[in-house]
């Protein structure tokens, strides 16, 4: 009865909202900074992409401290999922290929040789079935749980929503072709790198939200 109540439905989402306001006070201040302020800030290895893998590195350790061992087993594909998005934005997918990993050039240009397509292949077929186990068994739970308003299932589809959000503004200009100003152009990197960064937050939200869910 209590767990219902319409007064305590604010408090049960606390973590959530915390998490998304932190995000949009830091979009709304970061714009009143000085341009070499903000380069400084959403460069290539700066402080927010620097943050972005800390936290990556936090959610899997909040993993093996809060998770019993065999949800850490039977749900592997959330850590590698982790992991994935960590290397992602370390552009580990990029670094160490021809065009990289996620792009269909890599497996069509006559510049990578035999050896690299195959091993890009292979990561390919592992980041698909990740994706795929996480579909089949998680589908079911996630819809459920953002019908009855769980925090944790709802953390997880604000981070789907970033993903989204952060993917359109990642080279809009390119990929929309528009003309931003720069000032523009300095927005939409940081709702970029901002957005970015949100997606631990959230994945974390979510982690420590199942645990404490089980711990009621």
Not at 10 to 23: I, K, N, T
Not at 28 to 53: A, I, M, R, Y
Not at 168 to 173: A, N, R
């Amino acid at each position: 009865m209590i767990r219902n109540s319409p007064l305590t439905l604010p408090q049960s989402f606390l973590s959530l909202y915390s998490g998304l306001g932190l995000l949009f006070l830091i979009i709304g201040f970061l714009p009143f900074l000085d341009v070499e302020q903000q380069k400084n800030l959403l460069t290539e290895g700066g402080l927010f992409e620097s943050l972005t893998v800390y936290l990556y590195i936090f959610c899997l350790i909040l993993i093996c401290l809060r998770w019993p061992l065999q949800k850490i087993l039977s749900s592997w594909y959330l850590s590698a999922l982790i992991i994935l998005f960590a290397l992602r934005e370390l552009d580990y997918d990029k670094a160490h290929f021809t065009h990289g990993v996620l792009k269909s050039r890599q497996y069509f240009s006559d510049l990578v040789g035999l050896p690299e397509f195959l091993i890009s292949l292979a990561v390919l077929i592992f980041i698909l079935s990740v994706l795929t186990l996480i579909v089949l068994r998680e589908r079911n739970n996630f819809i459920k749980g953002v019908v009855d308003l769980k925090q944790s299932q709802l953390a997880v589809l604000a981070s789907i929503i970033l993903v989204i959000v952060t993917k359109t503004f990642d080279g809009m200009e390119r990929k929309f072709g528009i003309d931003l100003s720069p000032s523009g152009e300095r927005f939409a990197l940081i709702v970029e790198e901002v957005g970015e960064m949100g997606i631990p937050i959230m994945f974390a939200i979510a982690i420590l939200s199942w645990r404490n869910k089980k711990q009621t």
